[in-house]
Nanobody, 115 residues
Framework: QVRLVESGGGLVQPGGSLRLSCAAA????????MGWYRQAPGHARELVAT???????NYTDSVKGRFIISRDYSKNTVYLHMNNLKPEDTAVYYC?????????WGRGTQVTVSS
């Protein structure tokens, strides 16, 4: 089992920045990839960014150039650095980890971008 705990969400003005963190615990060996998804009210959950072993990253088009995903293996933590936030980034952000074919999810953290 893998347990994921997100933190770092909150309310931010348009153009602002936030950093989300996701700490993994439990069976953390062989987790690959780790990533972030988000779900806005009335919308399906969508992929935001993934980080694969070796450092390969992938981003949805709407966040390219604004968001950066990184991973600290020593802390079993993945981060999402979000810059130049827009109101359309408002959503619940979920951490995801895949381990040997099994998918694990955190409970989510709310990000609200509003003036």
């Amino acid at each position: 089992q893998v347990r994921l705990v997100e933190s770092g969400g909150g309310l931010v003005q348009p153009g602002g920045s936030l950093r989300l963190s996701c700490a993994a615990a439990g069976a953390v060996v062989s987790i690959n990839p780790m990533g972030w998804y988000r779900q806005a009210p009335g919308h399906a959950r969508e992929l935001v960014a993934t980080f694969r072993s070796g450092g390969t990253t992938n981003y949805t088009d709407s966040v390219k150039g604004r968001f950066i995903i990184s991973r600290d293996y020593s802390k079993n933590t993945v981060y999402l650095h979000m810059n130049n936030l827009k109101p359309e980034d408002t959503a619940v952000y979920y951490c995801n980890a895949n381990r040997q074919g099994s998918n694990y999810w955190g409970r989510g953290t709310q990000v609200t971008v509003s003036s």
